[in-house]
């Protein structure tokens, strides 16, 4: 899938899982409108009061792409005017976890969520499911194409 680069030069190539999030959640507001909803339904006025910077207009605009994205769900409760509260699908919902860890990527260690027994900073990982395993990137992962990590 091609997807347009901030290069004018041209287009680059993308992984096309990467390019299809992207597509769904990769503008300013997308991924901030899912981590106000992840602690529950807001009302679009309470989507408003949380994200004041948001206009009108493109936050209706990105509730539509979500919602056609399969990221949330607006359940109407009132007709006249019509009026919806959002909530996340549980598609919506796994990106908590990638906004926990763009948001320890993104800040100070003290962002990152920490373990409820022990206090510790949580860290994210990779796990296979059939082997019961958690992975670790092979030695030399630096030298390797994106495409070509492996874990062990």
């Known amino acids: 899938m091609q997807v347009e680069s901030d290069d004018p030069g041209g287009a680059e190539q993308l992984d096309p899982g990467l ?3 992207l597509q769904s959640v990769g503008d300013r507001w997308s991924l901030r409108l899912v981590a106000a909803l992840l602690a529950g339904p807001l009302r679009f006025t309470d989507l408003r009061q949380r994200l004041p910077a948001i206009a009108s207009n493109v936050l209706a605009e990105r509730l539509r792409r979500l919602e056609s994205s399969g990221v949330i769900i607006g359940e109407t409760y009132s007709e006249r005017p019509p009026r919806a509260e959002y909530r996340l699908t549980r598609t919506g919902r ?3 976890s990638v906004i926990a860890a763009l948001s320890s990527w993104g800040g100070s260690e ?3 969520p920490v373990h409820g027994r022990c206090g510790s900073r949580m860290e994210s990982r990779w796990y296979c499911p059939t082997c019961q395993e958690m992975g670790q990137p092979l030695a030399g992962e630096d030298e ?4 070509d990590v492996v874990y062990t």
């Open 19 to 21: 390019a299809r999030a």
């Open 94 to 96: 796994e990106l908590g």
């Open 110 to 112: 003290s962002s990152a």
């Open 144 to 147: 390797m194409e994106p495409d």
